[in-house]
């Protein structure tokens, strides 16, 4: 069955510093993989989408995903963090099939002015 | 483009009540719109899936006789929680795919709704 996970619960960066958020999944043919970033009490955004082509994809806000099939990974980041991008993040991936999305239990970002 | 809006965004109902929350697609058409439940500092559920002009498909575990669904058009979904029970509260987002469910296609979440059952 394909699963996603995201191995860090909360992670707490400084303003200004990098950030790296992970995403593993299980799954038997190509990933279709997704971020997601949802605010308090809101919804989820889309911030970037790997379907095919290039490993490396950007997305809105600055944040980029790097698809690592050898490594089952699809981990997220961002050069600088801001104090807006405290939020939670979610990863998905497409269920073959279904096409329906399985999340993972996402990842809380808090950022230190 | 592809906004998706959710009404209302917050209802208190009492125990027993029904609770109508609907999902709208604002600029594009879907044909496949989904249906999700989130506990607090969890995950998001799929409960169901919801096809426009046929029957919705409901995830194991979910009661499909308690959280009516209905996709009476291309852009609006509805989910009712009938006789609602203060286990039933949590913060319900829907999602609607272009490429319905025919296709793997990127979904679209609207800001969700917060339901509290006194």
């Known amino acids: 069955a394909q699963s996603v996970t995201q191995p860090d619960i909360h992670i707490t960066v400084s303003e200004g510093a990098s950030l790296e958020l992970r995403c593993n999944y299980s799954y038997g043919a190509t990933p279709y993989l997704f971020w997601y970033v949802q605010s308090p009490g809101q919804g989820l955004q889309l911030l970037l989408k790997y379907f095919s082509g290039d490993t490396l994809v950007q997305g809105i806000k600055g944040f980029e995903a790097e698809f690592k099939r050898s490594q089952s990974s699809f981990n997220l980041r961002k050069p600088s963090v801001h104090w807006s991008d405290a939020a939670e993040y979610f990863c998905?991936?497409?269920?073959?099939?279904?096409?329906?999305?399985?999340f993972g239990t996402g990842t809380r970002l808090k950022v230190l002015a | 483009g592809a906004v998706v809006s959710q009404h209302p965004s917050r209802v208190i109902c009492k125990s027993g009540t029904s609770v109508k929350i609907e999902c709208r697609s604002l600029d594009f058409q879907a044909t496949t719109m989904f249906w999700y439940r989130q506990f607090p500092k969890q995950s998001l559920m799929l409960m169901a899936t919801?096809?426009?002009?046929?029957?919705?498909?409901?995830e194991q575990g979910v009661e499909k006789d308690k959280f009516l669904i209905n996709h009476a058009s291309l852009t609006l979904s509805t989910l009712t929680v009938t006789s609602a029970h203060p286990e039933d509260s949590s913060f319900y987002i829907c999602s609607a795919s272009p490429g319905g469910h025919t296709r793997i296609d990127t979904q679209y979440f609207g800001p969700g709704t917060r339901l509290t059952v006194l």
């Open positions: 919801s096809n426009e002009g046929s029957k919705a498909t409901y």
């Open positions: 998905a991936v497409v269920s073959s099939g279904t096409y329906k999305y399985i």
